[in-house]
């Protein structure tokens, strides 16, 4: 069944409708916000107020075809506000990265420990980037977004998107760099 199909089935009165929305978007949105913040706790927390915020708002959704960018709408507007109620750029210990959840493209637990390790340095790296970076980075690399969807997600130009989607791995590459890390951390099975 559709997103759209759901949505409208939640709004005649069928509950279970959410229910199915939810098992759908929620390990999504927790990864979205775990590559946002590198933290379990904060991408549990971001996962359950997006899902929650949905549930009330839901009656708002003017095209419910767009149910996608609209819960990725949702959690990316959580992520900046728990920016700015923090007061910080969110730093996150190494050793608090070394515990990152596997992610749904990446190996077994149990693979290679270099691969591990190259997951903790990517995201490492990407809380060093700008949050407006990092956002677009994210979304359109691991999320898979298209530019459209990730402008209308962040209600920003096309062209400003690609622009940080340049700059974001443009920084990227110069910090693997620094670091003295080449793609075969990465590719490694």
């Not at 927390?45 to 929650?52: L, Y």
């Not at 960018?69 to 190494?94: F, P, V």
């Amino acid at each position: 069944m559709e997103d759209a199909q759901l949505v409208q089935d939640f709004r005649g009165g069928n509950h279970r409708a959410f229910n199915k929305l939810v098992t759908r978007w929620q390990n999504r949105i927790h990864h979205f916000a775990y590559r946002f913040f590198a933290s379990s706790d904060d991408a549990a927390e971001i996962t359950q107020k997006t899902f929650i915020k949905a549930y009330q708002k839901l009656d708002t959704l003017e095209d419910v075809n767009k149910f996608g960018s609209w819960i990725y709408t949702i959690a990316n507007n959580l992520c900046m506000d728990e920016l700015k109620r923090a007061g910080r750029k969110r730093a996150t210990s190494y050793e608090a990265l070394k515990v990152a959840p596997q992610t749904e493209n990446a190996t077994p637990a149990d693979g290679s420990v270099l691969r591990n390790e190259g997951l903790v340095l990517l995201h490492k790296a990407l809380l060093q980037l700008p949050v407006d970076q990092r956002v677009v980075v994210i979304m359109k690399e691991y999320e898979g977004l298209t530019f459209r969807e990730i402008a209308e997600i962040l209600d920003e130009p096309e062209n400003t998107v690609k622009s940080r989607l340049y700059y974001g791995l443009s920084a990227l590459k110069k910090t693997f760099d620094s670091w003295n890390i080449n793609k075969e951390v990465f590719d490694y099975e």
